[in-house]
C-alpha cells in the first residue's frame, strides 16, 4: 500500500515555484541568471505598512485571533469593497486566509463535490487546476484565443457550461496574460451566466490595482448585481501593496459560502497571521498614492519588453491592460535548432533552452494551458529587463 495518499497523484508541483526555486539553484552555483518567472512585485513593503506591523508587535498583537480576520481588518475590507468596487460586503461576507491561494483553496474545498466541473479559461493562473482536482472536481478549460486578446468569450463561455458545471473562474488581469476585461466583455459573460441559476462566479481579483492606460477595473459583482448572491470576489494585498510574504488574501462573499471556508480554516491553519492582518489593515486604510508610482514603471517595463520581444525574430508579443505579465507567443521558433543543437519543439525546449544559452528564466506557456507561449515577469529593474530582453533577442538570432 502507498503511503503517500492517492489524492496527491492527480496534482503537480506548482511549476512557477519550481522554476522560481531552480533560479535560486543556479543563481548559488555561481551563474549569471535573469530571473522573469517571479509573480511578485520587486518593490519593497511600504513603510508606513512596515511600521503598523511593528507597532502591532509592540502592542501584543501576537496571540491567536478571530478565526478569519480581525474586526478591524474586515471593516478595511469591507471599506475597500466599497470605495473600490461599489460593492456591500458585511463582516460576516467577508474571510481572510493566509494569501489569496488559501481563500480560493478553502472556497473549492469547501463546495467541490466529486464530479463537479468548474470552468477555467486558459491561460490560467496554475493553482486553479490543481485546486480543483485536489477537491475531486473536474477542471474545463476553454481557450481564450490570441485572436480574443487572450479572453473568455460569452459564446465558448456558453458552450462549455453543463449541468454539472459548479464554478467558473474569472481572472481579470490575468495572470499568465495580463488581459483585463473591460466592463462591456465582462458583461458579456454575466449575462451567459444570468441564464445559469446553478453556477457560482470565483473572480480573482489579486491584480485589480495593477492597470495602465486609464484602463477602467470592473468586476463580476459590480458589473451584473443579479450574480451577486453567487460570486465570490477574491482579493489580497500580496500584489499591489508589495506584500507576497505577508501572506493576507481575502474574499467577499454569501455568508453561506464564508461560514463553509471558516469551518475548513479552522481545522486547518486557524486565523492568519496576526501581525500580517494589522498591516494589511493599515495597507487597505493608508495612502494609496505609491500604487500609482509603481504602475508608472509597471507600465514602462511593459512598454519596453514588449517592443524588444516584437524585435525578436519568431516572437510576438501583445500588450496587455494590467498585471506585470507579458505572454509572447514562440511559435516562430518551433523546430527551429538552438545553439545546443537541440531543435525546439515545444514552448518548454524553447524555455529550458532559452535558459542554459542564455541564464534567462521565464516560464513555459503549457504550464498555463496554453501553448506555444512563454510568460515573462517585468517586475524588475529596467537594466534587468533590458539585458533580458537583449539575450533573448541573441538567442533567437542564433536558432538555426
Ligand atoms: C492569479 C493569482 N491569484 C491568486 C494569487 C495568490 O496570491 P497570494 O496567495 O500571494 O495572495 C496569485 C499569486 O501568484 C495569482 O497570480
Redesign the pocket.
Known amino acids: 500500500m502507498a503511503f503517500i495518499a492517492d489524492s496527491l497523484d492527480r496534482i503537480k508541483p506548482s511549476p512557477?515555484i519550481s522554476i522560481s526555486n531552480k533560479v535560486f539553484e543556479l543563481k548559488a552555483e555561481g551563474r549569471d541568471i535573469i530571473g522573469l518567472s517571479a509573480?511578485?512585485p520587486d518593490f519593497d513593503t511600504p513603510d508606513n505598512i512596515k511600521e503598523a506591523a511593528i507597532a502591532a508587535i509592540r502592542r501584543g498583537e501576537t496571540k491567536y485571533t478571530a478565526l478569519d480576520g480581525i474586526p478591524e481588518l474586515k471593516r478595511a475590507i469591507a471599506a475597500k469593497f466599497k470605495r473600490d468596487n461599489g460593492l456591500d460586503y458585511e463582516p460576516a461576507q467577508i474571510s481572510v486566509g493566509t494569501?489569496?491561494?488559501?481563500v480560493?483553496f478553502n472556497a473549492l474545498m469547501a463546495t467541490i463535490n466529486p464530479g463537479d466541473e468548474v470552468i477555467i479559461p486558459a491561460p490560467y493562473?496554475v493553482?486553479y487546476p490543481d485546486i480543483v482536482l485536489l477537491a475531486g472536481g473536474t477542471p474545463v478549460f476553454v481557450e481564450a484565443r490570441p485572436e480574443d486578446g487572450l479572453k473568455l468569450t460569452p459564446g465558448a463561455l456558453s458552450a462549455a457550461i453543463t449541468e454539472k458545471t459548479k464554478w467558473v473562474i474569472f481572472?481579470s488581469p490575468?495572470?499568465p496574460s495580463g488581459a483585463a476585461y473591460t466592463e462591456d466583455e465582462i458583461r458579456g459573460l454575466t449575462d451567459v451566466l444570468r441564464g445559469h441559476p446553478n453556477v457560482w462566479v470565483l473572480s480573482?481579483d489579486?491584480?485589480e490595482h495593477l492597470v495602465y492606460d486609464d484602463f477602467r477595473f470592473t468586476t463580476p459583482a459590480q458589473v451584473a448585481p443579479a450574480l451577486f448572491d453567487r460570486t465570490l470576489t477574491?482579493n489580497?494585498?500580496?500584489?499591489a501593496y508589495c506584500m507576497?510574504g505577508w501572506?493576507?488574501?481575502y474574499a467577499g462573499g454569501p455568508e453561506v459560502l464564508i461560514k463553509a471556508m471558516a469551518k475548513l480554516q479552522s481545522q486547518s491553519t486557524s486565523n492568519p497571521s496576526s501581525i500580517s492582518q494589522w498591516a494589511a489593515v493599515e495597507a487597505l486604510d493608508g495612502p494609496q498614492d505609491f500604487i500609482a508610482a509603481n504602475n508608472k514603471a509597471f507600465k514602462e517595463r511593459r512598454d519596453l519588453v514588449v517592443g524588444m520581444l516584437n524585435q525578436t525574430p519568431g516572437l510576438t508579443c501583445a500588450s496587455p491592460e494590467g498585471a506585470f505579465y507579458v505572454y509572447p507567443s514562440c511559435a516562430g521558433t518551433i523546430s527551429r535548432r538552438a545553439p545546443s543543437g537541440k531543435v525546439i519543439r515545444s514552448d518548454e525546449d524553447f524555455v529550458v533552452e532559452l535558459l542554459s544559452a542564455e541564464g534567462v528564466a521565464a516560464v513555459h506557456g503549457a504550464a498555463f494551458g496554453m501553448s506555444p507561449f512563454f510568460r515573462v515577469s517585468y517586475a524588475t529593474s529596467t537594466e534587468l529587463l533590458t539585458e533580458a530582453c537583449r539575450r533573448i533577442q541573441r538567442f533567437c538570432n542564433a536558432l538555426d
Open positions: 512557477t509573480g511578485e494569501g489569496g491561494k488559501q480560493l493562473w493553482s481572472n490575468s495572470n480573482d489579486i491584480y477574491l489580497g494585498v500580496s500584489k507576497t501572506r493576507i488574501g
